[in-house]
Structures are given as C-alpha cells and as structure tokens.
Antibody, heavy 120, light 110 residues
C-alpha cells in the first residue's frame, strides 16, 4: 500500500539545522509532489512547502524562505526537508504528505510525523 | 497568507449532525474549489476526508460531506459517532503553488 515513512525524533540546539527524511513506498515517488506540514504542540497545521521529486523543483511558504531546503534521492524514493537557523518556535511535529489530485492539492497519505525539539 | 478561520470547538450528541465552517478570502477559498478537509485523532497523522470541496475519497464514510459558498467552505458530519471525536482542519489552495490551513476545530461527541 502507499506509505510514507519518516525518520526519527531529533533534538537540536538553537541555531542548528535539522534534516528529516520521508521515504515513499507503494508508488513511484516521481509521480506526485511531496508537501511538508508542521504542527506545534496543541496547535494547528502549518503548510511549509512542496517538492516535485521528478524535476527537483520546489516552493516554500514565504515564512520559511531562506532557511528551508527540500531535496530528494530518487534511487531510494526519499525526500528530505532541511530547516536551518532553528529557534525554540520551530519545536513541532513535522509531517510529509503526498500531494494528489488537481494541482497536487490533496494531501494523502501522510507520514507518521517526526518530532523536532529545539532546546538549549 | 493568514490562516483560514474555523471555530475552535463544536459538539454534538451521538446521532446528531454538526457543521464546521472554514472561512477564507477571495485569494483562496473564494477563488479555488481546491478545499480539502482532514481528520486528526490525538497522536495520529491527519487523514484526508474531503477533497475539491465536496468529494469524498474511497473508504471515507458517506456521513462526511462538504460544500462551499463564496469564501466559506463547510464540513458536515451526520449521524455522529463516538469515533468522530477528533480535530478537523480545512486547507485551501491559495494560488502560486501555495496552500493555507485553517486553525482547526475540536469536535466533542457528548
């Protein structure tokens, strides 16, 4: 079945960078975009950006411009999200999701989430 | 972009129907029919339950339905069941390959 499996929890110090992976299975990763969404504890969902694993192009929410990079390794069907200059407000669960449908606007399925904790 | 506006909480008794609203602007909900809804149980990843404002994915109960009028999208859950208790989020395409979520609504089944 279609599945996205993410890497494990991370603890980082302020100012550091974190890289989270999202491995796709059950379909060809080059067929659909991958989106990244985060959720702080007790808060709502926040869309961060998308990547097209086929061409490698990507787009990021304005809030993350300059400190968010998405990359991919097609040979392992894995997409990566790297967030730099971490601050305490970046503490959240980070999800990847496959974008399907018109403009790849429907997020299905989602990865299990990766908790990133930023603390000195 | 600003987050879409959802009520913080709604509640209903088993068997009843509830509706959750999701208000955006002419830059997102009002212009595009690309509104989706997600159900999230505590500690779990979100699950797609409505796409393109009113379409239901295979496997999602007929009790979930969606609609849209002008800048507001709505999710209706009929025949409430205990397992419907969860957080619900709307999401809209906002042009230029960007998306925006609502703040989320906590549904309590009394």
């Amino acid at each position: 079945q279609v599945q996205l499996v993410q890497s494990g929890a991370e603890v980082k110090k302020p100012g550091a960078s974190v890289r989270v992976s999202c491995k796709a299975s059950g379909y060809s990763v080059t067929t659909y975009d991958i989106h990244w969404v985060r959720q702080a504890a007790g808060q709502g969902l926040e869309w961060m950006g998308w990547m097209n694993p086929d061409g490698g192009d990507s787009g990021y929410a304005q809030k993350f411009q300059g400190r968010l990079i998405m990359t991919r390794d097609i040979s392992t069907s894995t997409v990566y999200m790297e967030l730099s200059s971490l601050r305490s407000e970046d503490t959240a669960v980070y999800y990847c999701a496959r974008g399907i449908g018109v403009y790849n606007s429907d997020f299905d399925p989602w990865g299990q989430g990766t908790l990133v904790t930023v603390s000195s | 972009q600003s987050a879409l506006t959802q009520p913080a909480s709604v509640s209903g008794s088993p068997g009843q129907s509830i509706t959750i609203s999701c208000t955006g602007t002419t830059s997102d909900v009002g212009t595009y029919n690309l509104v989706s809804w997600y159900q999230q149980h505590p500690g779990r990843a979100p699950k797609l339950i409505i796409y393109e404002a009113s379409k239901r994915p295979s496997g999602v109960s007929y009790r979930f339905s969606g609609s849209k009028s002008a800048n507001t999208a709505s999710l209706t859950i009929s025949g409430l069941q205990a397992d419907d208790e969860a957080d619900y989020f709307c999401c809209s395409f906002a042009g230029s390959r960007t998306w925006v979520f609502g703040g989320g609504t906590k549904l309590t089944v009394l």
